[in-house]
Structure formats: C-alpha cells, structure tokens
C-alpha cells in the first residue's frame, strides 16, 4: 500500500516539480487561530504539512521556533490536544500528507505506543523526531514502522559516507536533509553546497529528499527546488506569525492572510523553479 | 570482568538498564561516536593515563585529604564523620578532575575551540582554567539567573580568557545553558570539542564523566582505609548533574556494606513544586541526550527546577544514579535551601570551612542522619566544593548587605 506521502511524491515527480514543505508549530500562536492557517495551507500552495509538536526544550531549534514552542505550551496545547488537531484537519483534507516533528520526551510521556496507535487513527502520515538517531531505532522507528507510519530522518553535513546506510536503512516516506550544521533558521542554506552532498545521497537510495534548514524567501526554496524533491520552510513562516502579534502576544487582524500570502509566494517560487 | 559486578555498565548503547542512551540530533551522531571511539583508546594508552594523574597531582593538588571533621562529629552526636576534601582542589571544586581528563581527550582528538554549560560556575571556571592552561579558545553558556547569582565566578572565568555567554531562554539556569551549548555544538561541531561538567548527556559523557571523577572514590577508599583499617559505612553526597557523588560512589557499589546516599535538592520544600529532586518527584524522560529522572509536567514538557544552589538547579540527574535507585543501590534524601544554609553555617563555625552550598545539602542530610547512627560508624561526607563563590547568595539569605 502507497502512503499519502508516497502518493505526493509520485505526484510531484509526474509534474516534474519539487514539493513545497511547510511547518508550523502546532497551536501558536492559539489552537483557533492555527487550525485557520492549517486549513488554508494545502490551497497557498503546500504540497505536504509538517507540524511541530511543542516541547519546552527544543534543542534543535533557533530562537524562532522556540518562542512558538512557548507560545503554543503557554496557550495549553498538549500532545492529546496536537492530534486532536490532526483529527480535525484530516475530516476536512483527505489528501495533503501531514508529517509531526518534535523531541521524543513528550511522546515517551504519551506512552509511545499509543501515541502511534492515535496518530495513525487521527491521519498523520510520518513522523520527525529529532532526537532519536538509528541507534535508537526501536524507541519509536520500528512500531511507527510496523503501524504503517512513515518514519522520516534527518541527514546532515556530518553525515558521512560510512553512516550514511546506517540512517538511511529504516527511513520510510522521505529523507529530510539538513542543509548545514546548527539550528533552525539562523544560517541560510547554499544550493551549490547542498547540490553535491544530494548527488552524494541518491547514490544510496530512490528515497525522495526534502531540503531544510536556512530557507527563508521564495529564491533560496526555488535554488532548493531545482536540486531537492522538496524544500522545506519553517523559522520563516514562524516568524510571520510572531510578526503580527500584538505586545499581549494575541493575534493581529491579517496574521493568517499574511502567513498563507508568504506561502503562496514560496510555492510560486518553487513550482516555477525548473520550468 | 565480574558478572554480578554493579561497576560494568554502561552496555554498548550506553545504557544503564532503562536509563543512559544517545539521544541526540543526527548532526551530533557521528562527532559523539568519534568521541566514544577516542576515550576508548585514550583509556587504554598508558600514557594518556599516567598524563592525566600527572596533572592531578601536580596541577589539581590531588590527592584530597580525607579528613576527620572532630568538631563536628562532637557536635551532631553520633557518625564519626569524614570529609573528602575536593574543595581544596585547583579551583576550589571537584569539577577540574574531570576538566583535566576531557581537555586531554580534546587535545588528542585535535579540537581547538572548547565548549562547556556552566550553573554554579564552578565547571564554567574550571573549564576555563584549562583552556587557559592549554592554550585553547573557550565559550561557556550561562543561563542569566546564575550570571546574577554567580558574579564572582563569571569574573574568575572572563580573567582566564573565557567568553561567557548569557543565556536567556526558558529558565535561565542550567538546563538552558545546557540546550544552548547543544545548539553551538550542532553549529560548530567539527571543530568544537563540548566539556560536559557531569555524568549526564549521551553515551559516552555519563561513563567518561564518572571514570574522570571516581579518582575521588578511590582516594576515599585508601585513604580510609589506611586511617581506620576498614571501609567507610556511609557515604554522603549532593546531586545535581550528580558528578561529585558518582565520583566518590562508584568505586564503592559492589562494596555491599557501603551505603550510598545522594542528597537532592529540596530547595522550599519537596512538596512545594520549587525543587529539583528529580529522583524523589520526578519520572523517567528523555532530556539533553539521555534518558533518566526527570522533572516534568504530565505532557512531558520540562519543569523547572529550584535550589538555592545554582550547582543543584537541574531538572535532570545523571542516568548511572536512576538506574543504582531502581536497583535499591542508592538511597535518595533531600535537602531544602534553608537546611544547606543552616549546615553551612554550622561547618564554617565548627570546622573553619565554607562549604560551597552544593555540598552544605550533603552536610544538612548529614546532620540529620548522624545523630541516630552510633559512634563507630564512619561516614564520608564528599565536601565536593568550597563557600568562597557562594557569600553574596548566603548574605542575602541571612538579610546582610555586603
């Protein structure tokens, strides 16, 4: 059985396009306020959705995503309360893959089993977690595996030859190559230092690959988007949010129209990257 | 090798039973491997051992005295108690012990730029002071909270060459230093060699941190028995991170006599929620790379801590110690602010010592634990740091104004 990631990637490869990966931190910065935008997503032009989980220590992140990370936390939003997002979305869009990334504390304190069992019922397609390497593979990779949830790792600069089959041997859905080494959204990606380390991958598998990491305008995803299946777009999108909150922290009025207007600009970039 | 040895662990996946693993970023995978891989020969190169006692005796001042606290004993009635003195180390705590031993490493693995996360400031010194030794660029994260509490030492640390750096998210202490130094080393990594200060993180840093620091343990176990011509029955320690009392335990687990107890943090009160007694109110979780107690919330998400020692203000412990609790090895007590403030008062009036306030909560454990134990019991207080640093902390405390 295809996955709806699997069926997206085929799509993409049809039209002879890259994908455009967008994120958001799930419930920033209120639960209303981001189904809004989660609903308006795939028609702005995301080809797959990723979600963040919130965690109140996000080791892998700038400081960006982590001030969504305390505000989603700060308005209440669980791991029950993510999925029961995910629930809601998936009644309404049957099609968009969904992808959760997040650490892996919050679902160890889920109970990691049936946190797997409810994200498959509620529609998320993969998972990204980011502290679990392959060494670690049977905390979360294999069950998610066994219930026919996508597990999707992040390769990185360190990666090197000699490793490479190591993260590359229970990847399922797509491979997410970090750009550079740090955080999110501080440095910004170099297409021609991402382009050889790509070839240097799909020497080692058909897997598609979505690019991460330090894309920030729609010309960095469409320099992506000619070498990757996918460009992935986060801290930016993010930062959008954080941009029209008042000094309270709640919503501006055109928050959501501006966040899907950045989408929209990005996806254009990245349809129109290899024509 | 012994097969119903405690002292074998951790497993090739760096676990100590449930506890311990390698829960990074896969940025950090192949840097923590080579990492493992380097101390794995370095611990098998005479040379790189007979380097680092070299400098523990010539540099740190090692070994400690084990010292009979006379007055004291008197005092609380009970125990015949003894302090391991690791205050009177270069630097005025235990952390240079293991300062020494990964500064070594780094130097053999040719990393030129050192990073550490500092609470107290005591590692952040000590950290420093080897970098300044060793000729090697140093950048310690401190969250802002210990900055303002912690002034002297940021100045110790600045006068050694060292940049520190505030750290402003969640917290402010320890725990965010931690995260921040994480994210430098993602960024820097194939240059930057990352100083953890105690028996937590990935696999290897419990198992190296604890080799470095058991020099304390063995010291403590000559020693005593040369005094006393036998084995300690107590053994007490604070526990933050918990790299003082794996130091000064391990050598002693399979000596089932012994007992071993870690003294957490109860800062207002463990049942106030302002504490950081990971192990007596905490679950097991997952947090800056390995799994063990920890304090959080039902959602997973990281509590955050409280002591009065800056030293102590971790949400976490290491995985080595969850795993000795599971297993009964380890008896876990606690210690609140205005205990540790009370102990310390009591060893500067009766010893002459200021305790740092860090082991001031093994000596508060103490004072209720040897009254009821009889005269001929030996009990091994580890005075892992000294007050100097810690003044200001206790003159606010006390309503002076220095």
Known sequence: MTTRIEQRFAALRAEGRAGLVTFLVAGDPDIPTFERLLDGLPAAGADLIEIGMP?????ADGPVIQA???????HGVTLARTLEI??????????????????YNPIWAYGRLRFLDEAVSAGVDGLIVVDLPPEE??????????????FVRLATPTTDARRLPTVLRNVRGFLYYVSLTGITGVKEAAAEQVAPQLDRIRKHTDLPIAVGFGIKTPEQAAAIARIADAAVVGSALVAEVAAHLDSEGKPRGGLVAAVHDKVRALAHAVREARR | ?????????PDERGRFGLYGGRFVAETLMPCILELEAAYEEAKRDPAFQAEFDSFLADYVGRPSPLYFAERLTAELGGAKIYLKRDELNHTGAHKINNCIGQILLARRMGKKRIIAETGAGQHGVATA????????????????RDIERQQPNVFRMRLLGAEVRPVRSGSRTLKDAMNEALRDWVTNVETTFYLIGSVAGPHPYPAMVRDFQSVIGREAKAQMLEKEGRLPDVLVAAVGGGSNAMGLFHPFLDDGSVRLIAVEAAGEGLDTGLHAAAMLRGRPGILHGSRSYLLQDEDGQVIEPHSISAGLDYPGIGPEHSWLKDIGRLEVTAATDREALDAFRLLARLEGILPALEP?????????LAPGLSKDTLLVVNLCGRGDKDIYTVARHLGVEL
């Not at chain 1, 969504?68 to 700060?74: E, Q, Y």
């Not at chain 1, 995910?86 to 997040?102: C, E, I, K, Y």
């Open chain 1, 86 to 103: 995910v629930r809601r979305f998936r009644g309404r869009d049957q099609t968009t893959p969904l992808v959760l990334m997040g650490y």
């Open chain 1, 137 to 150: 593979d049977e905390e979360l990779c294999l069950p998610a595996l066994e219930r026919g949830l996508d």
């Open chain 2, 1 to 9: 090798m012994l097969a119903n040895s405690l002292r074998t662990g």
């Open chain 1, 68 to 74: 969504g990370n305390l505000r989603a936390l700060a």
């Open chain 2, 129 to 144: 002071t080897v970098c300044a030794r060793f000729g090697l660029d140093c950048v310690i994260y401190m969250g802002e």
């Open chain 2, 360 to 368: 001031a909560h093994a000596l508060a454990a103490t004072a209720k």
């Open chain 1, 55 to 59: 965690f109140s220590d996000p080791m």
